[in-house]
């Protein structure tokens, strides 16, 4: 038999291999394998098949999987909720303090604190949202802050 009908073998084991555990790593193995098999078709020797498989491998390891692997994986991060409320920038409808305040937020109103609790946020400052605690939204003045 000849090397090349192996590696296609080889090739076509691994591809199977890959639709039964959905790894991609196998399939990366059978496309070094398909390799393989063009060297070997073109009647080079086994040192070049063994070589042209450990590139392909090597360079479909290194380079494509990563790629690969963050394309499939990755989703983008929708924040909902109060999560999304987090950056956002307000305006603050009463003095902010350690205590208390009114912010508007995307045009909803918001009881809300000062991040900072030594920090007092007259009305009408733009404010960013730092975090969420319960319905109370704590907040930092985007400009210079203003003592108490």
Known sequence: MQSWVLWLIVAAVLGTAELMTATLDLLLLAV???AAAGVAGLGLGIAFQVIAFVVTAAAMVTLVRPVARRHLTGHPRLRTG??????REAVVLAPCDRDAGRVRIGGEEWSARSYDPDLHI??????????IEGATALVHPQEEPWPK
């Open 82 to 87: 109060v999560a999304a409320l987090i950056g």
């Open 122 to 131: 007259p009305a009408g400052t733009r404010v960013d949202v730092f975090a």
């Open 32 to 34: 070094a394998a398909f």
